[in-house]
Nanobody, 125 residues
Framework: QVQLVESGGGLVQAGGSLGLSCSASGSSFRLRAMAWSRQASGKQRELVAR???????YYVDSVKGRCTISRDNDKNTVYLRMNSLKLEDTAVYYC???????????????????WGQGIQVTVSS
């Protein structure tokens, strides 16, 4: 079983920066693609960033150029660095993971298999 625990959320002013971390338990972390997703109040959850086991990264257009997803396989941790934050970035952010056998087409089209509890990020004006 995979457990994902997010940390680092909070309140930040528009234009500021924030870093999120996700600590993963379970085996084969280095083989699993990881992602960050978010859900704003009243909106559907969206995947904002993905990173594969080979460290290829993919971003949704709304965060491209402002966010960086990275991973440290020695620490079983995935990170999301967000810069130039906007009010519309306010959401609950979730760490997510696919199984170790998920292929790229699955990673790009299917929902992750495991989810963290989520952490609030609030951007204020």
């Amino acid at each position: 079983q995979v457990q994902l625990v997010e940390s680092g959320g909070g309140l930040v002013q528009a234009g500021g920066s924030l870093g999120l971390s996700c600590s993963a338990s379970g085996s084969s972390f280095r083989l699993r693609a990881m992602a960050w997703s978010r859900q704003a109040s009243g909106k559907q959850r969206e995947l904002v960033a993905r990173i594969t086991s080979s460290r290829a990264t993919y971003y949704v257009d709304s965060v491209k150029g402002r966010c960086t997803i990275s991973r440290d396989n020695d620490k079983n941790t995935v990170y999301l660095r967000m810069n130039s934050l906007k009010l519309e970035d306010t959401a609950v952010y979730y760490c997510a993971s696919w199984t170790a056998t998920a292929i790229l087409s699955t990673i790009m089209s299917a929902a992750p298999d495991y989810w963290g509890q989520g952490i609030q990020v609030t951007v204020s004006s």
